[in-house]
């Protein structure tokens, strides 16, 4: 069965420093992942796809089948990146969201 | 409209009594789904429509939970004899095509449901 795994309920970094949350993933076919964030008070949203290999808001997301991995990178946190983000895996017929990670950036 | 809209925002209930959750999707998107958000947990898929196609209902987590869509437009999501633990924030989404997520699904606000 699918399944994405976000190891990190809480981070919290400052200001112009580099961050990471991590996403994992199972699934015996060929993935295509999601990331959402979701900032107070505001709906669930996209923020990017793996399949556009885009950068949103300065945050990019490679794939790594070999790790089974999509973690979301940002090389100068802002503020107002605080937010709650999920990782989600399309499958035939639905997306499988991880648990989210929420992140503060501190001023 | 401007996006997903569900109503109502938020239903407190009294164990055993059923409830009817709302969702308006984007006009034009074929697919809509239900999820369930616990707390402090991530999102939890219930049911998935797709146009006129039997509906795949391979989350829902007991019969007293059941959805309804009318054509491409408006869905209900029952809960009958709610329980304690079926509180939480229920989101409905839609997309243009169920298989085409490029463009990702569409969140509405959710409802938050609350079983004294």
């Known amino acids: 069965a699918q399944r994405v795994t976000q190891p990190e309920k809480l981070l919290s970094v400052f200001k112009g420093a580099p961050v990471e949350l991590k996403c994992n993933y199972s699934?015996?076919?060929?993935?295509?992942l999601f990331w959402y964030v979701q900032y107070s008070r505001q709906r669930l949203q996209l923020l990017l796809r793996h399949i556009s290999r885009e950068s949103i808001k300065g945050f990019t997301a490679d794939l790594n089948k070999g790790e089974t991995s999509f973690h979301l990178k940002k090389p100068f946190a802002q503020e107002e990146d605080s937010a709650m983000y999920y990782c989600a895996l399309k499958t035939l017929r639905q997306l499988t969201f991880g648990s989210g990670t929420q992140l503060t950036v501190l001023p | 409209g401007a996006g997903v809209s569900q109503s109502p925002s938020n239903k407190v209930t009294e164990k055993g009594k059923d409830v009817e959750l709302r969702c308006d999707p984007i006009?034009?998107?074929?697919?809509l789904y239900w999820y369930r958000q616990r707390l402090g947990q991530g999102l939890e898929f219930l049911i998935y429509?797709?146009?006129?196609?039997?509906?795949?209902k391979s989350g829902l987590p007991s019969d007293r939970f059941s959805a309804e869509r009318t054509g491409e437009s408006v869905s209900t999501l029952t809960i009958q004899r709610t329980q304690q633990e079926d509180s939480a924030v229920y989101l409905c989404?839609?997309?243009?095509?169920?298989?085409?997520?490029?463009?990702?699904?569409?969140f509405g606000p959710g409802t938050r449901l609350t079983v004294l």
């Open positions: 699934y015996s076919g060929s993935p295509e």
């Open positions: 989404a839609s997309s243009l095509q169920g298989r085409g997520y490029n463009e990702g699904q569409f």
């Open positions: 429509f797709q146009g006129n196609s039997a509906p795949d």
């Open positions: 006009s034009g998107h074929t697919a």
